[in-house]
């Protein structure tokens, strides 16, 4: 990348960020670099020393899990994570040099500690005395894993837990090392709180501040609390949007923040806060059900995974125990006009479509380029499907998951709508404007453009038509507004499930087990390329993707997708 065009990337994406954000984000880049350099050889220098009293009254929570993350063997551990496997022996090494590439997300994922919860009693004694041990704060890269403030919250979020499920089995002083260091743990998260990322980082912050300050009790643990119920209060009313969206808009991380959330109003005192938080749970729970496929496995939109959050079938049973309600009788919305999102549903169909922005402004990480595209499935299998993530590291698979050519939509000379650069970022971005909306039962038509091509000769822009009925016709229509004869061309992904026909140019068939769909182009545009679907990161999964062709800009056409059972 030369140098100009970092400079140019690096002002769009700094003019959508926050004042506010730039500053924190600049404090505390100054912040590790002093720490490393005055703490290196003092890591504990201000550490306490003195154990806390404990509340007896602290609700634990279940940490079971159904998933097994590693097993021992006669040389040491197997762990398995985002489907890749590491051996370690059991001189335990935490900072493998392999683990050192990219987003560190494996490494981190050990650093969580998650995975302890099906260990046994002495595994676990001794796995958390070796990270007390070889893991001390201000040391060289601190921030990125060992003591990186997300990880640290899942981490002490676990410890706590665990140490009250297994208490009558751990021996006393091995429970005030593991609690002195949560105290220590929970002290430095409070100095390092994630304010320049905010999203589903700082709601891992609030939940492990909330644990901290249930499990023990005094000066420190209110001050711990108060701290969390500002938090809260500020980002549950920023990150929630009015039709109940998480506002990164990814349907996985919304699992994510929702578990949080209940995680959070466990631990709550009665209180107003925690009556408005009950209403932010019950609308985000809203959105879970109208985004769950009928195959029961979330939406793929922008980041995440189909196991990446607790599965809809589980978080609905821990709503419905939590707050004694059926979630099957309540009412479902389908449009999610903030989030921009919507989604018809009946006995044959479920389709969810994709007419907003593709992110809040301030953190568009883990954004795609999905503007106008659309998932479906049919019965319970899934037919037109997100591309999904592979990877957070940076290249190649990662450019293509973000990218607009992976998804169901139209680009223009195989373009991206925004600007996607690095594993995270973005500079310039699109624009959604919707023009007519008409819900009637079942009968839905929504007609809207974006300006992401803007930059192009001629600005143009595109212009998308949906229709679907009740009876399974489903119609697009595409238009590219100006431009000046730049190739236009838009997508389908499908299911590996399904099977495909190509009858002509301008038809294709899939077929699967009890029901058929023919498509059918305006133009005789239609081409078959192999394609790759990754469901959760590392898994690979060899599909077909279906191209139409549109010819040059400026230029219009439609598509006729018709659902048949069999």
């Known amino acids: 990348m030369n140098y100009i065009k970092k400079i140019r990337l690096f002002y769009y994406s700094a003019l959508h960020t926050s004042p506010e954000k730039l500053l924190q984000r600049l404090k505390l880049i100054l912040k590790r670099k002093v720490s490393v350099f005055l703490f290196k050889n003092y890591p504990f220098i201000g550490k306490r020393k003195k154990i806390l009293k404990r509340n007896n009254d602290f609700k634990k929570n279940s940490t079971n899990s ?3 993350f590693f097993k021992k063997t006669k040389s040491g551990f197997v762990f398995k ?26 490494k981190l994922n050990l650093h969580y500690f998650h995975w302890i919860v099906n260990a046994s009693d002495e595994d676990f004694k001794f796995f958390i005395n070796d990270w007390i041990e070889k893991n001390k704060p201000y040391q060289k890269n601190y921030w990125l894993d060992s003591w990186n403030s997300y990880a640290l919250s899942i981490r002490v979020y676990t410890w706590i837990n665990e140490i009250s499920k297994r208490e009558k089995n751990l021996d006393s002083d091995f429970i005030e090392k593991t609690n002195l260091s949560i105290i220590n743990q929970i002290n430095f998260l409070c100095n390092n709180l994630e304010l320049d990322i905010g999203g589903n980082h700082i709601i891992k912050n609030i939940k492990a501040l909330y644990c901290g300050s249930s499990f023990f009790k005094g000066k420190l643990p ?16 920023n990150q929630i949007l009015n039709d109940g969206f998480h506002y990164e808009l990814s349907p ?6 929702f578990e949080d959330l209940i995680d959070c109003y466990i631990l709550l005192e009665e209180s107003p806060l925690k009556e408005e938080l009950e209403d932010k749970i019950y609308s985000m729970m809203l959105v879970i059900k109208a985004f769950t496929h009928p195959d029961n496995q979330i939406s793929l939109f922008n980041d995440g995974g189909l196991n990446m959050a607790k599965s809809p079938k589980e978080l609905f049973k821990i709503y419905n125990n939590i707050f ?3 979630t099957s009788k309540s009412n479902q919305p389908l449009s999610f006009d903030n989030a921009g999102y919507y989604v018809v549903k009946n006995d044959l169909f479920h389709l969810i479509y994709d007419s907003g922005n593709v992110g809040p402004d301030e953190l568009p990480a883990h954004s795609h380029g999905d503007i106008f595209s659309f998932e479906l499935s049919v019965k319970d299998q899934r037919v037109f499907v997100d591309a999904g993530v592979f990877e957070y590291n940076e290249g190649e698979k990662r ?27 973005m500079a310039r ?26 930059h192009f000769s001629g600005e143009p822009f595109h212009q998308r038509e949906l229709k679907c009925s009740e009876n399974g016709d489903i119609n697009i229509v595409d238009s590219v507004i100006g431009g000046k004869k730049q190739s236009v061309s838009s997508r389908l992904l499908l299911h590996p499930d399904i099977q495909i026909e190509l009858k002509d140019s301008d038809k294709v068939i899939l077929k699967a087990k009890s029901f058929n769909i023919q498509i059918n182009s305006s133009k005789k545009n239609i081409s078959i390329q192999p394609a790759f679907w990754w469901p959760n990161f590392g898994e690979q999964f060899e599909t077909k993707r279906i191209i139409f062709d549109h010819g040059l800009s400026p230029c219009n056409s439609e598509i006729k997708i018709s659902i048949k059972e069999t």
Not at 227 to 232: K, M, P
Request: net charge positive; hydrophobic share 30%.
């Open 399 to 425: 450019n293509l998951s973000r990218s607009t050519i992976s998804h169901n939509t139209l680009t223009i000379e195989d373009a991206d709508q925004c600007e996607f650069w690095s594993s995270f970022r």
């Open 324 to 326: 004694k309600t059926n």
């Open 252 to 257: 996985a991380y919304h699992c994510q923040v």
């Open 66 to 68: 159904s998933e097994k």
């Open 429 to 454: 971005r699109a624009n959604v404007e919707i023009k007519k909306l008409i819900r009637e039962n079942d009968n839905f038509y929504i007609k809207s453009c974006h300006n992401g091509y803007r």
């Open 222 to 237: 209110n001050k711990w609390r108060k701290l969390a119920n500002r938090l809260l209060k500020k980002e549950i009313n």
């Open 81 to 106: 994570f985002l489907n890749q496997k590491y051996s370690f022996n059991y001189d335990f090494d935490w900072h493998k040099n392999e683990l050192n590439e990219g987003t560190r997300l494996w």
